[in-house]
């Protein structure tokens, strides 16, 4: 089969061709169909998230059927939980201590064929193609997990407008939510799809919003945005860090963390998280935006991903 491996921290993945592999006991033979492509796979491409056993085949926003069947399934950041230790057995295994990640830990969807647990395959909602459904399996997820950590907040900023963000921002709206977009300064391309999509307000991120929120989110990786997202929300605001990885956050006065704001981080994702979306996204009638590649324009895509040079998310068809 073809796929696209990692093989160290700054080399471009290399176009191979290796055996299809095997499943275990408990996996799927998944024929992929359409492989996200999610910041998260920057992180590891630049080494600032850590791949232990190269080489790899990345990707964790898999749409696929199993060989033996004909079911659509999707496959997820979060590959392997042990069930065991203190977080499994308190319903947070997104904190797994032997947790194994697709796309990390193990191969993931840049390929033409992957294996997975099949307690992490999850049944595709019918309405969505291979190519609209593979951003709903991080960019949605971790967006919509991030949103819960939100609580009612009815104001909401979104600092980075890009795949989480477009997905999320129509979530909010179905539930009568207002979304202030805060982009790069100048993106205006960005800012204006935002405002498509329903924000009530876009500008750059060093930008005042017309409002103070109740909460925001940060999805670009860039730690100067947590204190300007702090200053952005009202007493008793949140803001949630949605990334993997988050450069460092400069020193900011105690005041705009104080009067009970809330700073606090989204960690991976949980099944019952990916139940509860993945039956939401067709109540919503969520659409994404893709760009397609083909398997062997991973690199160029996760170029332009890296430049912003797409609106929404990208997404590779072997």
């Known amino acids: 089969m073809r796929a696209m491996i990692f093989e160290a921290p700054g080399r471009p993945l290399q176009a191979i061709e290796r055996p299809i592999p095997s499943p275990g006991p408990g996996e799927l033979l998944l024929k992929v169909h359409a492989c996200g492509v999610c910041r998260t796979d920057l992180h590891l491409l630049d080494g600032e998230v850590q791949i232990e056993s190269p080489p790899r085949v990345l990707g964790h926003q898999i749409v696929a059927t199993a060989v033996d069947g004909d079911q659509r399934l999707g496959v997820p950041w979060l590959g392997w939980t042990c069930g065991e230790c203190v977080y499994c057995l308190s319903g947070r295994e997104n904190l797994c201590l032997r947790a194994r990640f697709t ?9 033409e064929y992957t294996v997975a647990d099949e307690r992490f395959c999850f049944p595709i909602p019918e309405g969505f193609p291979d190519l609209q459904a593979a951003p709903l399996l991080c960019a949605g997820l971790i967006g919509y ?59 750059g991120s060093g930008d005042s919003p017309p409002q103070e929120l109740d909460a925001a989110i940060i999805f670009a990786p860039v730690g100067s945005l ?14 949630v860090c949605g990334g993997i990885y988050m450069s460092d956050i400069p020193a ?43 398997l062997e324009q991973a690199n160029e895509a996760l170029a332009d991903l890296r430049a912003g040079r797409f609106s929404g998310a990208a997404v590779i068809v072997p």
């Open 226 to 239: 947590v204190p300007l997202a702090l200053e952005a929300v009202a007493r008793g605001g949140t803001v």
């Open 103 to 111: 796309g990390r830990d193990i191969d993931g969807g840049m390929a």
């Open 145 to 203: 997990r991030a949103l819960r950590m939100c609580g009612e907040a009815q104001r909401l900023g979104f600092y980075g407008f890009g795949a989480a963000a477009h997905i999320l921002i129509q979530v909010c709206r179905s539930q009568g939510r207002e979304v202030y977009a805060f982009t790069r300064a100048g993106d205006e391309r960005a800012q204006a799809f935002a405002l498509e999509l329903g924000a009530v307000w876009a500008g």
């Open 252 to 294: 900011f006065p105690y005041s705009s963390l104080w009067e009970e704001r809330v700073l606090r981080s989204v960690a991976n994702l949980t099944r019952a998280d990916a139940e509860e979306f993945l039956a939401l996204a067709p109540r919503v009638a969520v659409e994404t935006r893709v760009t397609e590649y083909g």
